[in-house]
């Protein structure tokens, strides 16, 4: 934690576990935002994502750009190695395709290089959409969780101690194949994000109290109420298994709140700016994380503001 962070209007520091580096935003930019916000670090998973075939990502991010930010700001930036690429939306790469195996390849060097301290995010089960700004998220992601690649990333999170951060809507057959995932690789930290994909309060304690390996983060999950487009709400569409943690006026729900203070170790946060063109908004997103760290108990609220993340990162 850079000494500078000692607090922010009465509330703990914070580090930003959750969000992505597209070429359209500068380091210079970020750090300014992450100034006018009181955000110590900030975690940058590249989206390599371009646009085609009717997406439009505001992408274009690489782990080469995310080196390059950090190198700039070494006490602000950590770089994660990104997994939002094309090549691993292809059904093919969860079964170890040629691309898959040098993602791979090359993630165990990125790791063991000490340049990078996490992966992700690993989209598995990811709903498309389109929002005000412009950006149209196409693909109906359905992948497989426990695949041949995702038991590969875990090896490598577990040899590298490194978090890997999993994007996937805790659907019944995806709830199950995290459960046999991180059964069977005791030893990877894995970061399951949008709060274990807004999983139930009842089945993340469960998970958690069963697995010492499960970690939550809650990228987004703080944000609600009408005009809402994010995790915090039924967005971009209602299933049954979906649970949300704040109501309309950013209270924390009932059930949630008890699992907070049990697990306080186990939860991160993050803002999920995506796209390059949404950071502009990213001062915005505080008040509500304030709130949010304002109705949990004080050691709490520092644990998941930033002590975990801190933890996180350094392995
Ligand atoms: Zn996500």
Same mark, same amino acid.
């Given at each position: 934690?850079?000494?500078?962070?000692?607090?922010?209007?009465?509330?703990?520091?914070?580090?930003?576990?959750?969000?992505?580096?597209?070429?359209?935003?500068?380091? =210079?930019?970020?750090?300014?935002?992450?100034? /006018? %916000?009181?955000?110590?670090?900030?975690?940058?998973?590249?989206? *390599? *994502?371009?646009?085609?075939?009717?997406?439009?990502?505001?992408? /274009?991010?690489?782990?080469?750009?995310?080196?390059? *930010?950090?190198?700039?700001?070494? /006490?602000?930036?950590?770089?994660?190695?990104?997994?939002?690429? %094309? $090549?691993?939306?292809?059904?093919?790469?969860?079964?170890?395709?040629?691309?898959?195996?040098?993602?791979?390849? /090359?993630?165990?060097?990125?790791?063991?290089? =000490?340049?990078?301290?996490?992966?992700?995010?690993?989209?598995?089960?990811? *709903?498309?959409?389109?929002?005000?700004?412009?950006?149209?998220?196409? %693909?109906?992601?359905?992948?497989?969780?426990?695949?041949?690649?995702?038991?590969?990333?875990?090896?490598?999170?577990?040899?590298? &101690?490194?978090?890997?951060?999993?994007?996937? $809507?805790?659907?019944?057959?995806?709830?199950?194949?995290?459960?046999?995932?991180?059964?069977?690789?005791?030893?990877?930290?894995?970061?399951?994000?949008?709060?274990?994909?807004?999983?139930?309060?009842?089945?993340?304690?469960?998970?958690?109290?069963?697995?010492?390996?499960?970690?939550?983060?809650?990228?987004?999950?703080?944000?609600?109420?009408?005009?809402?487009?994010?995790?915090?709400?039924?967005?971009?569409?209602?299933?049954?298994?979906?649970?949300?943690?704040?109501?309309?006026? =950013?209270?924390?729900?009932?059930?949630?709140?008890?699992?907070?203070?049990?697990?306080?170790? &186990?939860?991160?946060?993050?803002?999920?700016?995506?796209?390059?063109?949404?950071?502009? &908004?990213?001062?915005?997103?505080?008040?509500?994380?304030?709130?949010?760290?304002?109705?949990?108990?004080?050691?709490?609220? $520092?644990?998941?503001?930033?002590?975990?993340?801190?933890?996180?990162?350094?392995?």
């Amino acid at each position: 934690m850079p000494a500078a962070f000692g607090g922010f209007a009465g509330s703990p520091p914070v580090i930003d576990f959750h969000t992505h580096l597209q070429r359209g935003i500068a380091a =210079g930019d970020l750090i300014r935002l992450m100034d /006018e %916000s009181g955000v110590a670090r900030l975690v940058l998973m590249p989206l *390599y *994502y371009g646009d085609g075939g009717g997406a439009v990502n505001d992408g /274009e991010g690489s782990d080469q750009q995310a080196l390059d *930010y950090a190198r700039r700001h070494p /006490e602000r930036l950590v770089p994660f190695c990104g997994m939002q690429r %094309s $090549e691993l939306n292809r059904p093919e790469a969860w079964s170890m395709s040629a691309d898959a195996r040098r993602i791979l390849a /090359e993630t165990d060097s990125k790791l063991a290089s =000490g340049a990078f301290f996490g992966l992700g995010e690993l989209m598995l089960r990811f *709903y498309p959409y389109t929002n005000r700004f412009g950006i149209r998220a196409v %693909s109906d992601m359905d992948h497989p969780v426990f695949s041949p690649l995702m038991r590969h990333f875990a090896d490598l999170s577990a040899k590298h &101690r490194a978090p890997m951060v999993v994007h996937a $809507e805790a659907e019944p057959h995806v709830a199950a194949g995290m459960r046999r995932l991180l059964e069977a690789h005791p030893e990877a930290v894995v970061v399951w994000s949008h709060n274990c994909g807004r999983s139930s309060a009842a089945a993340i304690a469960e998970m958690m109290a069963r697995h010492r390996n499960l970690h939550a983060d809650l990228g987004g999950m703080v944000y609600s109420g009408p005009q809402v487009e994010h995790y915090g709400v039924y967005y971009p569409r209602r299933t049954p298994w979906m649970h949300l943690v704040v109501d309309a006026a =950013g209270i924390v729900a009932d059930d949630m709140k008890p699992v907070f203070e049990r697990f306080a170790d &186990r939860f991160v946060i993050g803002t999920d700016i995506a796209h390059a063109r949404v950071y502009a &908004r990213y001062a915005g997103h505080w008040p509500r994380w304030r709130s949010f760290f304002g109705q949990l108990s004080a050691a709490t609220a $520092e644990a998941i503001a930033w002590r975990n993340a801190d933890r996180l990162i350094r392995g």
